[in-house]
């Protein structure tokens, strides 16, 4: 083969190989947006909630807090939303093990806002 063919066919590899890393790293980036949505939409449920329960228990003294319908509403909402968080952590590790890649493959300046935990 001439250099030309060999600086063509590395060049298409390399391409290739680009192409495949950027549509991983899009893919990826995606879902940890997605994934840091939902835990902001957990805070703004617990932030309710926590509304909510003072007033009923400084303001109405109400006892049974856990029988008041707008709290078990913004319950249920943050189990969806829990789950829905549990969802996207799966679909992550599934496009990393679709790709290959590990933790240690991929950093970024948000991957321990991913592994925490909703605040709550």
Known sequence: MSFW?????MFKKGVTVVAKKTDEYTKIGKIKV???GIKRDIDKQFTQLGGK???????ENDTKIASNED???????VKELSGNLADKKEELERVREEYGESDDDIQDVAAEEIEDEPKG
């Open 71 to 77: 709290v078990k509403e913004i319950v249920n909402k």
């Open 34 to 36: 997605d994934i840091i």
């Open 5 to 9: 063919e060999d600086f063509t066919k």
């Open 53 to 59: 329960v003072y007033q009923l228990i400084a303001e």
